[in-house]
Each structure stands twice: as structure tokens, then as C-alpha cells.
């Protein structure tokens, strides 16, 4: 079985930054390509950020500039570092990772988000 734990969500002013962190764990063989999602009320949910595990990354338009996805992968741990924060940043963030498990069953993981509340 495989997890993904978020932390770091909360509330900030316009300007403020917060640094979010997924760990996932479990019955894990390797971790591929791991990613940043938002889903703000009454909308779909979009890509924020994502890293392969060559650390090449991909940015949103909406954040580049001002959002910095990182990885770890001794720990199967990702980060995204949010600085400039706007009100229309407020969203549930979810961390997601495609992942191989010990018994080789590849699929994509889902964490359970974080609410991001940027106050203006």
C-alpha cells in the first residue's frame, strides 16, 4: 500500500509564502515523476508544478517565477516552494506521484490536500 502525506497548507497575506511538502511511503519501489495540483472551488483541477526524477521541471504560466517545485528522493518527498502568494492562488492543493510498487503495479498516487487561503 502506498501514501502520500501533504503538509504546510494554511492562510497568508497577499505577498506571503508558504512551502508545502508531500512524503510518500509504503510498498514502494521506485518513484517516477512527481507533481503540484490546485482545484479551486467550482473548478477543475490544474496543474501547478511537476519534476521527473532527473529533477526536470514544468510550471503552470499562472506561477512561474514565483513557485518553486523541488524534490528529495532518498525520501520520496516533494516540495513546492510558493513566495509572491496572490488571492487567486487559494485553492486545495493535492501532490501527486506516479509510482511503481514492490510488486511492480505502476499507477498514480494522490495525496489528500491542502487548503492554501490567501487573504488580500
Known amino acids: 500500500q502506498v501514501q502520500l502525506v501533504e503538509s504546510g497548507g494554511g492562510l497568508v497575506q497577499a505577498g506571503g509564502s508558504l512551502r508545502l511538502s508531500c512524503a510518500a511511503s509504503?510498498?514502494?519501489?521506485?518513484?517516477?515523476?512527481m507533481g503540484w495540483y490546485r482545484q479551486a472551488p467550482g473548478k477543475q483541477r490544474d496543474l501547478v508544478a511537476s519534476?521527473?526524477?532527473?529533477?526536470?521541471?514544468n510550471y503552470a504560466d499562472s506561477v512561474k517565477g514565483r513557485f518553486t517545485i523541488s524534490r528529495d528522493n532518498a525520501n520520496n518527498t516533494v516540495y513546492l516552494q510558493m513566495n509572491g502568494l496572490k488571492p487567486e492562488d487559494t485553492a486545495v492543493y493535492y501532490c501527486?506521484?506516479?509510482?511503481?510498487?514492490?510488486?511492480?503495479?505502476?499507477?498514480?498516487?494522490w495525496g489528500q490536500g491542502t487548503q492554501v487561503t490567501v487573504s488580500s
Open positions: 509504503g510498498s514502494i519501489f521506485s518513484v517516477n515523476a
Open positions: 501527486s506521484a506516479h509510482i511503481v510498487t514492490l510488486t511492480r503495479w505502476t499507477r498514480d498516487y
Open positions: 519534476i521527473t526524477s532527473g529533477a526536470r521541471t
